[in-house]
């Protein structure tokens, strides 16, 4: 079982930036997907981006791409989610999660999740 706890989400204008973290335990970097997702109000939970801890190779979603960035720390013990340029549609509720197996993969297939942290943009 990996153990995910995610931070640094709050409330920033249009255009303006946020890092969120999440502290994952070790054992979620022998051969992990980590991805991160947001929901928002009435919407379906969706995939912003992941990485391969093996490898690193990273996926972004169309509409993240060229302003998010997702990486890991040396020690791979935190998951980061660096976010510029915000817009107000970026607003939702963002959780860290991971899998084993293929990435990014499917949404239903990632089995570990944080509590999430809020992020809102107005």
């Known amino acids: 079982q990996v153990q995910l706890v995610e931070s640094g989400g709050g409330s920033v204008q249009p255009g303006g930036s946020l890092i969120l973290s999440c502290a994952a335990s070790?054992?979620?970097?022998?051969?992990?997907?980590l991805g991160w997702f947001r929901q928002a109000p009435g919407k379906e939970r969706e995939g912003v981006a992941a990485i391969w801890t093996g490898g690193g190779s990273t996926y972004y979603a169309d509409s993240v791409a060229g302003r998010f960035t997702i990486s890991q720390d040396n020690a791979k013990t935190t998951l980061y989610l660096q976010m510029n340029s915000l817009k107000p549609e970026d607003t939702g509720m963002y959780y860290c999660?991971?899998?084993?197996?293929?990435?990014?993969?499917?949404?239903?297939?990632?089995?570990?999740w944080g509590q999430g942290t809020q992020v809102t943009v107005s």
């Open positions: 999660a991971a899998k084993v197996g293929s990435c990014p993969g499917k949404t239903k297939d990632y089995n570990n």
């Open positions: 070790a054992h979620a970097y022998s051969s992990y997907c």
